[in-house]
């Protein structure tokens, strides 16, 4: 009887057999760098850890306030572009999913819990920039609005502010692009989101960045740690279950945050100004946390303005929250970002689906020769991202 073998089970099928045995010859030596980078890491561990105390950036989560577990969402967004022949489709989302809930949750957060955009635009290299700060502010408004105690957001604070400007700086130059003049349009309501979550005034909600990957070293530079080592990396081994790092300043940019308001429409121009003031203030002022709250996870870097970080209740809510999601070994990172990681990477997926039902629906009522519709509909790739 035979039985299929899918791609991910031979790995090395396509690949000339020279190139693999190279490969595989090399991971030895591979293998001896890291045993030896994990040693010294090993030796360092209780130095490091003596270090960390003494400044007063060792703590545990017993020390912190009793507070009620808080409901949580996680937000995640994406965007893909299909390259047709003609034109391209594209399409950016985002979702939220909310968190398990503690026994005496009774509040029901209505549909719809997601943005989504889809357009057809002419082909265009910087397509993606502009997709994915609409991606990026739709995010924030979810945030804004989810009516849970602690929201957490995938990625830095840091990164709104970064993808706005890229796409702002192209948008004056795409004014043919529907999506440029929907980022145009809905910029003021992004930035406003934005300036929220970094503000985090209101004392029953907490917004928390949970980047997956960095490489600052507020605590590494701080104490004089080696520059090989980023902070989260070396904090995986340091901390032990239930600890957390005292909130420090996140590490500055090497220039000034810039946001580009070329392309905001006159009428918003100065609301739009105060709002980049504001975040610049805000972005200057937020705090870093590293927790570890269980013996199977690394330290998560947590994120939070400043007004979360230096109130004791709040910023014990936010780590309960976080401990709660964090309840089994198969997921990496709170629970409800995971589930918002695992819904959005299926729209590139869908995007081919979606541009077959557009050829068939197309072609049912197209008068002309039908294989222009099928030519022109053609896909060559799918691009997306987070």
């Known amino acids: 009887m035979s039985s299929s073998i899918g791609p991910n089970e031979r790995p090395f099928a396509d690949l000339p ?14 293998g001896q760098d890291l045993m030896s980078a994990f040693d010294k890491v090993r030796e360092k561990r209780e130095t490091w850890r003596r270090e960390l105390d003494a400044a007063g950036l060792l703590r545990h989560e017993s020390e912190l306030d009793y507070v009620p577990i ?10 893909a572009i299909e390259r047709l022949l003609s034109t391209d489709l594209v399409a950016a989302a985002s979702v939220a999913v909310e968190g398990l809930t503690p026994p005496s949750e009774t509040r029901h957060w209505p549909e719809p819990r997601h943005r989504v955009i889809v357009e057809t635009e002419a082909h265009n290299a910087d397509t993606g920039t502009i997709a994915r700060a609409i991606m990026i502010g739709m995010e924030l408004e979810l945030a804004v609005e989810a009516p849970h105690g602690v929201v957490f957001l995938d990625g830095s604070l840091t990164t709104p502010i970064i993808y706005l400007n890229q796409a702002l700086n192209k948008t004056r130059e795409l004014q043919h692009m529907e999506i440029a003049a929907h980022l145009q349009e809905h910029v003021t309501g992004f930035l406003k989101a934005y300036e929220t979550v970094l503000a985090s005034h209101r004392s029953d909600r907490s917004w928390v960045a949970v980047p997956k990957y960095t490489t600052r070293r507020e605590i590494g530079q701080l104490l004089n740690w080696s520059a ?27 220039q000034e945050w810039h946001l580009n308001l070329g392309a905001v429409p006159p009428n918003d121009v100065t609301q739009a100004e105060r709002l ?19 013996p199977w996870l690394p330290a998560l870097r947590l994120e939070v303005g400043r007004a979360i970080a230096q109130t004791p209740a709040r910023l014990a809510t936010v780590v309960h929250a976080v401990k709660h999601q964090c309840g089994t070994s198969a997921v990496m ?54």
């Open 276 to 294: 980049r003031a504001r975040i610049v203030d805000l972005l200057d002022q937020i705090q870093v946390i590293y927790y570890r709250p269980c």
């Open 17 to 30: 057999a020279a190139l693999v045995d190279e490969v595989l010859e090399r991971t030895e030596e591979v």
């Open 228 to 254: 090989s080592h980023d902070d989260r990396g070396l904090l995986s081994s340091i901390l032990s279950p239930g600890e957390f790092t005292a909130p420090q300043r996140l590490q500055p940019p090497d």
């Open 70 to 79: 808080p409901t949580t969402c996680g937000i995640d967004g994406s965007y």
């Open 333 to 386: 990172e709170p629970y409800p970002l995971y589930m918002a990681d695992r819904m959005v990477k299926h729209l590139a997926r869908a995007i081919p689906t979606f541009r077959q039902v557009t050829s068939q629906r197309v072609a049912e009522t197209y008068e002309g020769n039908i294989d222009d519709v099928f030519l022109g509909l053609h896909g060559y790739r799918t691009e997306s991202g987070r």
